[in-house]
């Protein structure tokens, strides 16, 4: 199951973790949200990261 999960510290401090994605498409499927919430300060890599892609759709769902 693919996931983004916005975590948000109590000095205001945010940060984007991607779950399920493989490849640069982690990257693809977060980029709109490191453009609303700012400036890029770093940027760690998993290990999902450096996996080949497999050509599949992308599904992305919204959880409240």
Known sequence: ??????IISTVGQSRIETHGFTGSR????????????GK???EKLTAEYHQSVQ???NHLTQEN
């Open 1 to 6: 199951m693919k996931k983004i999960d916005i």
């Open 26 to 37: 982690c990257k693809d499927a977060s980029r709109f949200l490191e453009a609303a919430l």
């Open 40 to 42: 890029v300060s770093s």
């Open 55 to 57: 050509h599949q759709p």
